[in-house]
T-cell receptor, first 114, second 114 residues
Framework: LAKTTQPISMDSYEGQEVNITCSHN???????ITWYQQFPSQGPRFIIQ?????VTNEVASLFIPADRKSSTLSLPRVSLSDTAVYYC???????????????WGLGTSLAVNP | DSGVTQTPKHLITATGQRVTLRCSPR?????VYWYQQSLDQGLQFLIQ???????AKGNILERFSAQQFPDLHSELNLSSLELGDSALYFC?????????????FGSGTRLTVV
């Protein structure tokens, strides 16, 4: 299982772009990279997922370099409501129902200030 | 509303007691995952069920057990409760047992053991 490393916390201001980088040096060939957002006392919410290069949706962008040993979640023009913990997960998707256990670290606590 | 329903939302019980947490997955999802999140801790994977069968086990204590019923709802049983079992317990579901589609989490059950 690929271990991930993220900054413990980050601070930003409303309207800024925030980039959170996750390191996963031992990522395997079949591993995808997924990011989740969690507000206090709520369950995590899926944000974005990718395998390589760049993925963009209405919420965020995910940049993955060619070696896939890291990834960067980019949140454009953050607002106060983006204050949350962001988790980077790396896992294998090859076989349906196989015994995979994604490892959730402590995530990155993002504080957006006015 | 994520579509994953967890009951009860809050539970306060004494040490040594037994409780049952219930989860109804999102419609169409076959996999159910249970997670424990203690104060200021990351999510700890406990167990996964896929279409009624246990599929993966994480750091689940022997005092804890779970099952998934034919209607796909799941129950997590916690017995001989200790103060350290106080935590948020989340249930998540995914379609066809593949995490690559993204987990959908419920809002959690906050368990307080006194």
């Amino acid at each position: 299982l690929a271990k991930t490393t993220q900054p413990i916390s980050m601070d930003s201001y409303e309207g800024q772009e925030v980039n959170i980088t996750c390191s996963h040096n031992n990522i395997a060939t079949n591993d995808y990279i997924t990011w989740y957002q969690q507000f206090p006392s709520q369950g995590p919410r899926f944000i974005i997922q990718g395998y390589k290069t760049k993925v963009t949706n209405e919420v965020a962008s995910l940049f993955i370099p060619a070696d896939r040993k890291s990834s960067t979640l980019s949140l454009p023009r953050v607002s106060l409501s983006d204050t949350a913990v962001y988790y980077c997960l790396v896992g294998d998707i090859s076989n349906a129902g196989n015994n995979r256990k994604l490892i959730w670290g402590l995530g990155t606590s993002l504080a957006v200030n006015p | 509303d994520s579509g994953v329903t967890q009951t009860p939302k809050h539970l306060i019980t004494a040490t040594g007691q037994r409780v049952t947490l219930r989860c109804s997955p999102r419609s169409g999802d076959l996999s159910v995952y249970w997670y424990q999140q203690s104060l200021d801790q990351g999510l700890q994977f406990l167990i996964q069920y896929y279409n009624g069968e246990e599929r993966a086990k994480g750091n689940i204590l022997e005092r804890f057990s779970a099952q998934q019923f034919p209607d796909l709802h799941s129950e997590l049983n916690l017995s001989s409760l200790e103060l350290g079992d106080s935590a948020l317990y989340f249930c998540a579901s995914s379609p066809r047992g593949q995490e690559n589609y993204g987990y959908t989490f419920g809002s959690g059950t906050r368990l307080t053991v006194v």
